[in-house]
């Protein structure tokens, strides 16, 4: 069965461009079935020229917080997706949303969670003196960035690295995180429980989140391909 998805968005949305290229592949196991953004964001070309649906629920045209996302709960629902993955999407959403979507909301945030919640991550970890940085794939509670975490990446930082090195550098690995997540769900490799991850192989819960190898495999804590469960 193939996994349907439907991406989150608030901007250029390359994460979204990412998991559309992979949903081509012959053995993703997922499709996107259209994306949603709060507001006129360029990523949503990237659906509409695919024929597939494109949905704007412009926070300004709301009164308040509660009827934006009844709206925003009122679309996502109506193209019954089995998954929701924020991409880039400036939001914190309400319990009720999340609530609504229990289990089925991953984001993706670049930073090594928990370490550096919230905007400018990239300058944080420069100002902290950091060695490391990376990005976090994580399911979405009411609290901003702080679900459990499924898989990081990891990059070096370098010499000289500003704010704009780090986050072009770490970019193209976040596509490869996302991309490998949503596909690891898709094919059953990792199952979505009530307040975290279960390996398929595994008997309990997810501690230590998976990490992205240089090839964009994940690897659990023990060194072992997902892919080879
Ligand atoms: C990414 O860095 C993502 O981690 C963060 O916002 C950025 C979105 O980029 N949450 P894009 O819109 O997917 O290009």
């Known amino acids: 069965m193939t ?21 081509a592949e012959p053995d993703a196991g997922f499709c996107v079935l259209g994306a949603i953004a709060d507001r006129p964001a360029a990523g949503l070309d990237l659906v509409r020229e695919r024929g597939l649906r494109a949905v704007l629920v412009a926070r300004s045209d709301f009164v308040d917080r509660h009827s934006f996302e009844a ?22 959403l309400s319990t009720e949303f999340v609530q609504q979507h229990a289990g ?28 490391e940085h990376g990005a976090s794939v994580h399911l979405v509670t009411p609290q901003l960035d702080a679900g459990p975490v499924l898989a990081q990446v990891r990059i070096a930082v370098l010499n000289g ?14 596509h490869q995180l996302l991309v490998a997540c949503v596909k690891a769900i898709a094919h059953g490799w990792v199952e979505v429980q009530s307040g975290g991850f279960r390996i398929r192989r595994h008997e309990h819960a997810l501690t230590t989140p ?20």
């Open 3 to 23: 996994l349907r998805v439907v991406v989150l968005i608030s901007g250029r949305g390359s994460n979204l461009g990412a998991l559309l290229s992979a949903a």
């Open 71 to 92: 709206e925003l709960g009122r679309q996502t629902a109506a193209l019954a997706p089995d998954l929701i993955v924020l991409a880039g999407f400036m939001r914190v």
């Open 104 to 131: 089925r909301v991953l984001n993706i945030h670049p930073s090594l969670l928990p370490l550096y919640p919230g905007l400018h991550t990239h300058q944080r970890v420069l100002d902290a003196g950091d060695a």
């Open 161 to 174: 690295d500003t704010a704009e090195d780090l986050a072009a550098r770490l970019l193209p690995r976040e």
């Open 210 to 229: 998976l990490r992205l190898d240089a090839s964009g495999q994940l690897l659990d804590a023990g060194g072992q391909p997902l892919a080879q469960c």
